[in-house]
């Protein structure tokens, strides 16, 4: 578990131990030359101090030494000890991480790691505890803060507090036990930074040329663009030696059975339609730079960060890249389906909430926006709009709000910036939200709901709604999330749906609901996934994450 702000003792602790004396009277260990260069380095700094950041980080040392009398956590006299070489190996393998040594130091650490100057020494001593200081706060709550590399993003992280790293650093034993309190105790997390290894391997190796375009590779053809996706279907593992006709003799060139398995592995781990055919979207997919592949398994490493490593025994998890739903309890997906998720121009924001009831054949109150947007040139074109697709028209959005006859409407004086009144759609098979709407109420009025439109779920890319969430399968995901509330199997569930009764089911257990964007993870079968990503996203989080080193390929 993530070690994080765990209240204000350790605080108090150190800053009271501190609080008497200045630095200039630290005590009788103020005489020896380490401690006095390390007085002097900590008044004058390491590096340029130059944002509020760094010189927060600094008084904060400051006054941690001074708590300890000036004594060195790294250091002796007579040189860096075994601690300080640990430290400066861990932070160094920064980047196992997907973090960049140089924002730690490390490279000056290790310069500085052979000195037996007093003021290396010191220089090496705060270094190093600076590098501490960041390097834990990066692992635990990561680099970027979420709505400040993009204001779609609503996620909260838990503050790592650099006095009870010190504090807590200051008896640590072994720094690598230390450092992992911090890191996202997670599998998700540590499969994703060793297929991360696994792909900078491979880019040192060269990784992959383009696959030449032309058409549709099919099962059954002879081409020699057929014999480079076998090499790359090898290469990526998703066709096994043991599978490969072409090992036994067979003409590498020639699309076969187990060919077509393989691409359908592919296209399962890319988001794509499993047809066993090469076409565009295929195509792209396999010619992705492998840069590209490392750069998303970066961001989503740091996406990982934010996270809780505890999402609630039994939550439901959205993957709004993916537009796919699950539903786990332990470390089982109870079920998943495909959803449909909000158009790229009404993108559907990342945040958790707590599901607390849903509604049976519910009715829909149409958004002001939707209204006069959408709907009203319907009406103003065909009054008989309304009647013929269940709709009431209210006087405004009051309580007591009365029904309006839209034919006493001179709609041609109605406009967008007119339009007060209130639209119902009612219950039924044609409604908007379908038979079921799944409740977790927040500020965005996001929720899950059915839909009427069916054959949205059959597409690669499902980014059709205006920023609600629309479920596949909505009377499978209701009797999965009723198991724990009452009797509510689900021949009761459609029983109630045929009904037409508007009904409110209220959950024993609130239930948690994450709205997540993932465009890279790795399955626990090690299959590694990517999917394209269809808010810009991953764009804005690699400008914040990774500044100018970001998006050279694209």
């Known amino acids: 578990m993530k070690l994080r702000a765990i209240g204000l003792g350790l605080c108090l602790l150190v800053f009271s131990l501190g609080a008497a004396p200045g630095l200039a009277q630290a005590g009788p260990?103020?005489?020896?030359?380490?401690?006095q260069a390390l007085e002097a380095q900590l008044r004058a700094g390491v590096g340029a101090a130059a944002t509020d950041d760094e010189i927060e980080t600094l008084t904060v040392l400051e006054r941690f030494y001074q708590a300890r009398g000036l004594e060195?956590?790294?250091?002796?006299?007579?040189?860096?000890?075994?601690?300080?070489?640990?430290?400066?190996?861990?932070?160094t393998a920064a980047d196992l991480d997907a973090l960049d040594p140089a924002d730690y130091g490390a490279e000056d650490i290790a310069a500085l790691l052979g000195s037996t100057a007093v003021t290396a020494l010191a220089e090496l001593e705060i270094r190093l505890t600076q590098g501490l200081i960041r390097f834990a706060a990066d692992l635990g709550q990561g680099r970027t803060t979420p709505h400040v590399a993009d204001p779609e993003l609503f996620v909260f992280r838990e503050e790592v507090l650099r006095e009870e790293v010190l504090a807590v650093a200051a008896g640590a034993q072994d720094l690598e036990a230390f450092l992992q309190r911090y890191r996202p105790n997670t599998p998700r997390y540590d499969r994703q930074k060793a297929a991360l290894a696994e792909y900078r391997a491979l880019a040192t190796q060269g990784g992959?040329?383009?696959?030449?375009?032309?058409?549709?590779?099919?099962?059954?053809?002879?081409?020699?663009?057929?014999?480079?996706?076998?090499?790359?279907?090898r290469l990526w593992g998703d066709l096994k030696p043991e599978n490969d006709l072409a090992e036994a003799g067979g003409d590498p060139d020639f699309y076969d059975e187990p060919m077509v398995e393989a691409v359908k592995w592919m296209q399962y781990r890319h988001g794509l339609t499993q047809d066993g055919a090469v076409g565009k979207k295929s195509l792209a997919a396999l010619n992705v730079p492998i840069e590209a592949r490392i750069e998303q398994m970066v961001l989503n490493l740091e996406r990982r960060r934010w996270m809780p490593d505890d999402?609630?025994?039994r939550h439901i998890f959205v993957n709004l890249a993916d537009q796919l739903l699950k539903l786990v309890e332990g470390e089982k997906t109870l079920l998943d389906m495909p959803v449909v998720v909000g158009r790229p121009y009404h993108s559907t924001p990342v945040f958790s909430h707590q599901?607390?009831?849903?509604?049976?054949?519910?009715?829909?109150?149409?958004?002001?926006?939707?209204?006069?947007?959408?709907?009203l040139p319907k009406i103003k074109d065909d009054v008989s709009y309304l009647a013929s697709n269940n709709f009431t028209l209210f006087s405004d959005w009051s309580s007591g709000a009365s029904v309006v006859d839209p034919v006493t409407v001179n709609w041609a004086a109605v406009n967008r910036n007119s339009f007060p009144y209130k639209l119902r759609q009612g219950s039924g098979d044609g409604n908007a939200l379908g038979r079921l709407k799944f409740m977790f109420p927040n500020r965005f009025n996001i929720y899950l709901h059915d839909t009427p439109a069916k054959t949205l779920f059959g597409k690669d890319e499902r980014t059709f709604s205006h920023g609600c969430i629309r479920v596949s399968d909505p009377p499978g995901l209701a009797a999965a999330v009723l198991a724990k509330t009452g009797d509510w199997p689900l021949q009761r569930i459609n029983q109630t749906i045929d009904s037409g009764e508007r009904r409110i089911v209220t959950l024993d257990q609130p239930l948690p609901v994450h709205i997540?964007?993932?465009t890279s993870w790795v399955n626990k079968d090690g299959s590694v996934h990517f999917r394209k990503d269809v808010y810009g996203r991953d764009a804005k989080l690699a400008e914040a994450?990774?500044?100018?080193?970001?998006?050279?390929?694209?």
């Open 545 to 554: 994450l990774l500044g100018a080193r970001a998006g050279g390929w694209r």
């Open 516 to 518: 997540s964007y993932l």
């Open 29 to 35: 260990l103020q005489d020896a030359p380490l401690q």
């Open 208 to 233: 992959w040329e383009p696959i030449p375009e032309g058409p549709t590779l099919k099962p059954g053809m002879s081409d020699p663009r057929v014999g480079l996706l076998r090499a790359r279907l």
């Open 72 to 91: 060195p956590l790294w250091v002796q006299e007579s040189g860096a000890g075994p601690k300080a070489r640990q430290l400066s190996a861990l932070l």
């Open 355 to 375: 599901m607390t009831y849903l509604v049976m054949n519910p009715y829909w109150n149409v958004p002001p926006s939707i209204a006069r947007k959408e709907l």
């Open 311 to 313: 999402l609630g025994r």
